[in-house]
C-alpha cells in the first residue's frame, strides 16, 4: 500500500511540475470555452423547431403544416396532444407552439375578420423569442393570405411562458466538460505510458519488486482525481463569468465525470497499448481526439446533421458523455435519467480494456 501512494505522490507530482500539460489540461479548455462564448454568447443555435398541434384536420391545418415543413431553418413536430406539446416547450425541446383549434377551418372560410391562432413561446429570451414569434406570424400570414386572397386573414395571438430552455452557453459549458476529460484520459495516459515504455521505465519497473499494477492505478487515480478538478473550474469559470446556471446535484456531476474519465482513461491505454512510439502515439491520439471534437455534439448540436453520419456520430463515446452531462448540469437529471448512457460508456470502457490487456507490451 505505501508502494502505491508513493506512486500516486510522483505521478502528481510531475503533472504539476510539467507546465505545458498543466496547460492543456486546465486552462485550453477554459480558453476555448471563452472564446466560442464571446463569438456566440447567449444567441439562439440550430434551427427553430416548432410544434403545430392540428385540433381542426381541415385545409387550413394542413396548409400551415406544409408550409412550416418547407420553411428553412424550421423543425416541425405534431405531438398528440396540446399538453405534451407544452411540456416540450417547458423543458426547452422546443422554442415554440401553434395551435390550431377546432372550428378554425369554419371560421376562417365565414368570417371577414382576422382568425387568430394561438401561439406559445419562450420569453425567457427576449432575442430569440421575437425572433421565433416574428418569424411563425410571416409563415401564417402568408398561408392566410395564400388561400383567401384577402390579408390578413389568419394572425397569431401569441402567449409567453415561463420555460427550462437554455442557451448556446448553457449548451456549451458542459460540452466543454465532457471534451477536457477526453483529453486528459487520451493524451495523459496513452502519451505518458508510451514515453515511458519508449525511455524503458516499465522495463525497469519489472525488474524491481515492486507490482506493476501500482504503477497502473496509481496513474488511474491521479487522471481520476484530475477530472474532477477539471470538471469543478469549468463549471466555475462557467457560473462566474458566463452567469451558466448550475440546475444539477454536483454529486451526479461529479459520479458522471470519473465514470466518463475512466472510460477516455481505458481509451488511453487502448492507444498506447498499439503505439510501439511516442510518434506512433500522438498519430492515433489525433486520429481518434479530431472526429469526436467535431462529431460528439460538444460545440453544436448533430440532431442537424446528414442522415448518413448520423451512425458515426452514435459510435462516438464522447457523445455520450456529453449528452449525459447536459441532462445532469442542466437539466438536473438523475443518474438514473441518463441510464443508457453510463451504460455505454462502461460498455465502452470495458472494451478499451480488453483491448488494452490484450496488446499491451511492457517493452
Known sequence: MRTFWDFVRAENQMSIRNRQALFWRYFFPILLMGLLGIVFGHGYGGDFKLAIVPQDHGMVANALTQAFKSAPGVKVRVPATQQDAMRQLRDGDIQGVLVVPAGTQQRFQQDAGTTALPFYFDNSNLSSAGQVTSLTG????????????????????????????????????????????????????????????????????RATPMPLSSYVTSNVLVQLVSALVQTALILAVGMVIFKVKINGSLLNTGVLAVIGAGCFVSLGFAIA??????????????????????????????NNAPSWIQPVVKAMPLKYLADGMRSVVVDAHSLWWIRWDILILLAFSLVFLTISVRFFRWE
Open 273 to 302: 497499448a498499439f503505439s510501439s512510439n511516442i510518434e506512433v502515439a500522438q498519430a492515433l491520439m489525433q486520429i481518434v481526439q479530431m472526429p469526436m471534437m467535431f462529431l460528439s455534439g460538444i460545440f453544436f448540436p448533430m
Open 138 to 205: 410571416q409563415v401564417v400570414t402568408a398561408v392566410g393570405d395564400r388561400l383567401s386572397g384577402i390579408s390578413p386573414k389568419l394572425g397569431l395571438a401569441p402567449a409567453g411562458i415561463k420555460t427550462h430552455s437554455f442557451n448556446y452557453l448553457d449548451f456549451l459549458v458542459p460540452g466543454v466538460v465532457a471534451l477536457a476529460l477526453m483529453q486528459n484520459g487520451v493524451f495523459a495516459v496513452g502519451g505518458r505510458m508510451v514515453f515511458d515504455k519508449q525511455k524503458g521505465v516499465l522495463r525497469r519497473l
